[in-house]
């Protein structure tokens, strides 16, 4: 039988056996590089002893030594460096989560992070059911305090109404339970935030904007030691919502302008002046009250003074008392203008001031550099309009902050109000002390006129004053200072308090002044003007004017009206009225029947009357 070869050919087998030879001479060589490479992973493999020789140990034991790689060099082009945004996330998950690393393998701290990156996805109900899972279940966690505040900034992201009343009311709870930690101060700002986002334009609703000022005061006079990016923040936002408030007062003292209110104008912007200095527009406020006390002076120039050639009952006023009201009006307006040219040098409407210093041919005062340098200051802290903010305030109705300051303290207690009342009694007071040509001081009263030897009437021509310091009546000033004493006795001015209502025989003035022919009132018996609770000293409850007398006459009596006629009761058939004359029965012995008249029919309405045809239509009748 013959052998066959595992090769089909010689050749082939020569190559087999070279092959086999070279496998054979490389298999120490692969030996030592497995021993060299197997100890680092079978390392912790369980094995059993055995005998092995020192030199296989040494080999085991420099396999362990750790090995430096050095790291490779990147170039500062090729670096990649994280921006301001990627850093300001960073903070802010450090923030919420300030032991991010540690403690990783804890239930509570798994249950923190899980709920902080639902909220920071969107999912603010998970989120939420997480942190309360938390708060029940990990009473003595040490994230329950940041637990606490994630639920409150979970409602406040996400928006509303009603997410954000929960808001404010998580943000209570947090401030109650932990007063004192630094994260209060940030959830009292949160309160004012979301007042904030709902405040309305200033012609709206202003409760939003009166809340948010009030929490942002709130929140810095409480908490003065709180980080200083918070403070900041807080101020801002404060000074917007004064800008608002502001504008609002300014609107309307602009309004009560438009109408000739001078009082209620005054006021509104007075309150502006007071109560937010850093007003955007304050040049235009005090513009307003100096032009407000111009036209009361208008007012006043355009009245007539009194004179001995105006008949009686002539609207008329003193020229002493004019001239002193003109001069007051003119100061108060003149000093509103130069606070504008003085404090506001850098705002835009300071020309009108001057143009209007001008026109009263007073100088216009020279601001100093350290007034320029405040008032450039300030103004340079405001933002600009842009594209962009102009089509927000168009479409998103938010109220106008654009011009708010970026600079300065904003007022944390508002001053005493100034209210329209309160300047009518100014008014009131400066038509009181124009009349009064010596304020504090009473004035004489004028002696009774007495017939000379030749006819002649003539006055005391200096009357004494009395000894007590009471309050001048008004019926107690001169005519004309300086006139003839036949004028004095032909005609005297009576002044009345402005406001007052004149008894129909009076000529009142309007103005405070009214002229008096004598004889025309009869003054009773003690009630002249030396004889007055004024004059004397004593109380006056009606302020030195007159008390009307009530006429009492008696009423006529009352007319009885007559008797009403008896009715006829027709259901029981009787036709004629009780008291009449029945009619004569008949041979019969029976009552006659008196017959029915007759009636129209075309006056009765009924649907089997025949309609009317041609011009009966067009008669009513």
């Known amino acids: ?79 990649v460096v994280a921006t301001k945004d990627t850093k300001a996330e960073q903070k802010k998950e450090a923030k919420y989560n300030p032991l ?66 929960e808001a404010e009311q998580e943000y209570r709870d947090f401030i109650t339970f932990f007063p004192n930690v630094p994260e209060a101060a940030e959830a009292q700002l949160r309160i004012g935030d979301i007042y904030f986002k709902q405040m309305d334009v200033p012609d709206r609703d202003y409760s939003k904007a009166t809340h948010a000022e009030a929490e942002y005061r709130t929140m810095l006079k409480q908490y003065p030691d709180a980080p200083k990016p918070i403070l900041d923040d807080a101020r801002q936002k404060l000074r917007e919502v004064q800008e608002v408030l502001a504008d609002r007062e300014a609107d309307l003292g602009a309004f009560y302008a438009t109408h000739a209110n001078w009082p209620a104008s005054i006021a509104r912007y007075q309150t502006v002046v007071d109560t937010y200095p850093l007003y955007s527009h304050m040049d235009d406020v005090l513009i307003g009250i100096g032009d407000a006390y111009e036209a009361e002076a208008a007012v006043v120039r355009s009245e007539v003074v009194c004179t001995k050639k ?78 962009q903010k102009r089509i927000e305030l168009l479409f998103l109705r938010e109220p106008d902050t654009v011009t708010a300051a970026r600079m300065g303290m904003p007022t944390l207690q508002d001053p005493t109000p100034t209210t329209a009342p309160v300047v009518m009694k100014e008014l009131m007071a400066d038509y009181r002390d124009a009349f009064d040509p010596n304020p504090g001081a009473k004035q004489p009263v004028a002696a009774a006129s007495t ?123 009787h036709t004629t009225a009780p008291g009449a004359t029945p009619p004569p029965p008949t041979a019969n012995g029976k009552k006659k029947k008196t017959k029915a008249p007759k009636e129209d029919k075309n006056d009765e309405s009924s649907s089997k009357k025949k309609p009317k045809k041609g011009l009966d239509k067009l008669n009513p009748f």
């Not at 509570?108 to 997480?130: C, E, M, N, P």
């Not at 004493?485 to 009076?506: I, L, Y």
């Not at 007159?546 to 006459?553: G, L, Q």
């Open 1 to 79: 039988m013959k052998i066959r070869s595992f090769s089909p050919s010689n050749q082939m087998g020569l190559l087999a056996g070279l092959a086999v030879a070279a496998l054979l001479a490389g298999t120490p060589a692969l030996k030592a590089q497995d021993a060299t490479t197997a100890s680092p992973v079978d390392q912790n493999a369980q094995t059993t002893p055995t005998t092995t020789a020192p030199p296989a140990q040494a080999d085991v034991t420099l396999s362990n030594t750790p090995v430096k790689k050095k790291k490779p060099k990147i170039a500062k082009s090729e670096r």
């Open 451 to 573: 017939p000379a030897a030749g006819g002649e009437k003539e006055t005391s021509a200096a009357p004494a004053a009395p000894a007590t310091a009471a309050a001048p009546t008004l019926e107690d000033v001169p005519s004309e200072s300086g006139g003839a004493a036949a004028d004095n006795a032909d005609k005297t001015v009576t002044v009345v308090e402005p406001g007052s209502t004149p008894t129909p025989s009076d000529s009142g003035t309007g103005i405070g002044a009214e002229v008096v022919t004598p004889g025309s009132e009869a003054p009773a018996t003690g009630t002249g003007a030396s004889d007055r609770p004024a004059a004397t000293g004593a109380q006056d409850p009606n302020y030195g004017l007159p008390m009307p007398k009530a006429a009492n006459t008696a009423l006529p009596p009352v007319e009885k009206a007559a008797d009403a006629p008896d009715q006829v009761n027709e259901a029981e058939g």
């Open 310 to 387: 105006l008949p009686p009952g002539t609207r008329c006023l003193p020229e002493g008392a004019k001239g002193r009201l003109l001069e007051d009006y003119d100061s108060k307006a003149a000093e509103d203008y130069r606070r504008v040219v003085l404090y506001h040098s850098a705002a835009p409407h300071v020309e009108d001031a001057k143009e209007r210093l001008t026109g009263m041919n007073l100088p216009i005062p020279t601001p100093t550099k350290e007034q320029e340098a405040l008032s450039e200051e300030l103004e340079s802290s405001r933002a600009q309009y842009n594209l």
């Open 100 to 165: 991010i690393g540690k403690d990783q393998q804890l239930p509570d701290k798994q249950l923190y992070d899980k709920a902080v990156a639902q909220i920071a996805s969107g999912h603010y109900d998970i989120g939420r059911l997480d942190l309360q899972t938390l708060l029940d279940t990990y009473p003595d966690s040490q994230y329950m305090m940041r637990a606490k505040l994630a639920v409150a900034d979970a409602w406040y992201k996400e928006g509303g109404s009603a997410a954000l009343t």
